[in-house]
């Protein structure tokens, strides 16, 4: 028999299949490693540039607080495949700012909810934020603990269900992950637990009512007026964080000026105005903003403050000459004022009984 048809030992077939095997294993394994890195690095690829698309839209809402408006900027380009991307965004973005912007983060997936994206997708981007937790911790240490606030935040607000907690409870995390999930149980376990996470960004910002943002702005200003402490009235104007809402502290400090009728709260007044405009801590369009809002206002004022008229003429040419007032400012200083008081033959002079500070 020739050596070709000679039948091979059993341990050679093994041999051959065993080399086969492996040979076939290797490349199986390599072809599945490479799929899944290209996946990977496929989804990563869409993220960045899904988050590159929204972030203009979520920074935009944080400074003008608008929900429908970021909604339908949202709608235009979010597919119903990638709106976890939204919620996953809205988080990430709000990780790196002030507790005021997470407020407002919390209060947009609130009214997204249901309209952009669902409970499922809620759920979805919170345990992609669970995965990613031990990168977020090393720009932002205190990640973990946002990351709660938000989960509980959202529970709170019927965003999603208290099962989700459970269950990333009982699933293998991160230690970072598992920190936030045990933070977010004891959050939600607190007696009236659901009633205080409402304020569990603290009331700030914007998200103060309008009221109590007027209370606090006159408090302020009768605290600087007692004090006289410029300084201190402005770190406390910075604290307030409500840039577009400085048009009515510049409203509050002018009605004062008028009430008040004393030569010197007016300058006092007027020195604050200037500071905040030499600080650039409110901009020029606030300023006269809060300017045409009393001038609008001066036929209301006039009832309460029958000088009213001839003190703003007064204010307005102290503030004149101390800072510069926008062009529609100055076309709408009303002249009916001081003409009327003129008229009475008291020459434009104000009586030192009129000028006592009003309590």
């Given at each position: 028999?020739p050596d070709s048809a000679q039948p091979r030992p059993w341990g050679c077939f093994?041999?051959?299949?065993?080399?086969?095997?492996?040979?076939?294993?290797?490349?199986?394994?390599?072809?599945?490693?490479?799929?899944?890195?290209?996946?990977?690095?496929?989804?990563?690829?869409?993220?960045?540039?899904?988050?590159?698309?929204?972030?203009?839209?979520?920074?935009?809402?944080?400074?003008?607080?608008?929900?429908?408006?970021?909604?339908?900027?949202?709608?235009?380009?979010?597919?119903?495949?990638?709106?976890?991307?939204?919620?996953?965004?809205?988080?990430?973005?709000?990780?790196?700012?002030?507790?005021?912007?997470c407020e407002m983060a919390s209060v947009l997936i609130s009214d997204l909810y249901?309209?952009?994206?669902?409970?499922?997708?809620?759920?979805?981007?919170?345990?992609?934020?669970?995965?990613?937790?031990?990168?977020?911790?090393?720009?932002?240490?205190?990640?973990?603990?946002?990351?709660?606030?938000?989960?509980?935040?959202?529970?709170?607000?019927?965003?999603?269900?208290?099962?989700?907690?459970?269950?990333?409870?009982?699933?293998?995390?991160?230690?970072?992950?598992?920190?936030?999930?045990?933070?977010?149980?004891?959050?939600?376990s607190m007696k009236q637990g659901l009633v205080r996470l409402d304020n569990i960004?603290?009331?700030?910002?914007?998200?103060?009512?309008?009221?109590?943002?007027?209370?606090?702005?006159?408090?302020?200003?009768?605290?600087?007026?007692?004090?006289?402490?410029?300084?201190?009235?402005?770190?406390?104007?910075?604290?307030?964080?409500?840039?577009?809402?400085?048009?009515?502290?510049?409203?509050?400090?002018?009605?004062?000026?008028?009430?008040?009728?004393?030569?010197?709260?007016?300058?006092?007044?007027?020195?604050?105005?200037?500071?905040?405009?030499?600080?650039?801590?409110?901009?020029?369009?606030?300023?006269?903003?809060?300017?045409?809002?009393?001038?609008?206002?001066?036929?209301?004022?006039?009832?309460?403050?029958?000088?009213?008229?001839?003190?703003?003429?007064?204010?307005?040419?102290?503030?004149?000459?101390?800072?510069?007032?926008?062009?529609?400012?100055?076309?709408?200083?009303?002249?009916?004022?001081?003409?009327?008081?003129?008229?009475?033959?008291?020459?434009?002079?104000?009586?030192?009984?009129?000028?006592?500070?009003?309590?």
């Amino acid at each position: 028999m020739p050596d070709s048809a000679q039948p091979r030992p059993w341990g050679c077939f093994q041999l051959c299949d065993k080399i086969e095997n492996i040979v076939h294993g290797e490349s199986c394994t390599t072809v599945h490693e490479t799929s899944r890195e290209t996946i990977g690095t496929n989804s990563q690829y869409q993220f960045g540039l899904f988050q590159r698309k929204s972030e203009p839209v979520i920074l935009e809402y944080f400074e003008h607080g608008d929900t429908n408006a970021a909604a339908e900027e949202f709608l235009d380009f979010v597919t119903a495949a990638r709106s976890h991307l939204v919620c996953e965004t809205i988080v990430e973005i709000a990780l790196d700012h002030k507790a005021m912007h997470c407020e407002m983060a919390s209060v947009l997936i609130s009214d997204l909810y249901g309209r952009v994206f669902s409970a499922k997708d809620i759920g979805y981007a919170f345990e992609r934020l669970l995965e990613k937790l031990p990168d977020l911790v090393l720009d932002t240490p205190d990640a973990a603990l946002l990351l709660s606030n938000f989960i509980a935040r959202c529970v709170a607000d019927d965003c999603l269900p208290p099962r989700f907690v459970q269950a990333q409870a009982a699933a293998a995390l991160s230690a970072p992950a598992r920190q936030a999930i045990h933070r977010a149980e004891t959050l939600l376990s607190m007696k009236q637990g659901l009633v205080r996470l409402d304020n569990i960004w603290g009331v700030g910002g914007g998200i103060r009512p309008v009221k109590s943002l007027i209370r606090q702005i006159q408090l302020l200003l009768k605290e600087y007026l007692t004090s006289g402490e410029l300084a201190e009235a402005m770190r406390c104007v910075r604290e307030l964080e409500v840039p577009h809402f400085h048009h009515e502290l510049v409203y509050e400090t002018i009605l004062l000026a008028l009430e008040t009728i004393n030569s010197g709260v007016e300058e006092q007044l007027c020195t604050f105005l200037a500071e905040l405009r030499r600080c650039c801590i409110v901009t020029p369009d606030q300023m006269d903003r809060g300017f045409i809002r009393v001038l609008e206002d001066m036929n209301d004022i006039v009832l309460d403050v029958p000088l009213a008229y001839i003190m703003l003429d007064r204010f307005l040419e102290r503030c004149q000459t101390r800072f510069r007032l926008g062009d529609n400012v100055l076309k709408r200083v009303p002249t009916r004022g001081r003409k009327r008081f003129v008229s009475e033959g008291d020459g434009g002079a104000i009586k030192d009984h009129a000028l006592k500070l009003r309590e």
